[in-house]
């Protein structure tokens, strides 16, 4: 998949102070905007990667300003937790995890919709 990491993003700097958390992935179009966490951290976290992977193609399937308003529209309808578009990159986040404990899938489930009427999500130190 074609996509792009940005560190320190101030995109999701401002993100990350709105919501008062450690470390914030916010997807726009093809790029995560991290901050809080480097590159190689985030990486190495299978299931928050592909938790961002499937954003960015939710973005490629709408396209931008779409998605950006079909995120928002079902936030405000059913609110973060259950947006449609956060419950399928928290199934895609888990399913490398498959064959492992149910204590890894709690992790993998760990990144959470961050509250803003955006794609951006939050992993909390455990
Ligand atoms: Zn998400």
Known sequence: MDYKIVERSLFARIAR???????????????????????????DDKG??????CHIRQFQEHGFFRFLWLYLKESYRVGYYNNKFEVEAREAGMKHKRFFSEQLKK???AVKPSGLPLPADVKKEA
């Open 17 to 43: 102070m709105v919501l008062k958390s450690p470390n914030v992935a916010m997807v726009l179009g093809k790029s995560i905007h991290l901050s809080g966490v480097d590159r190689q951290t985030f990486l």
């Open 107 to 109: 992790e993998a489930g």
């Open 48 to 53: 928050w990667f592909e938790h961002e992977l």
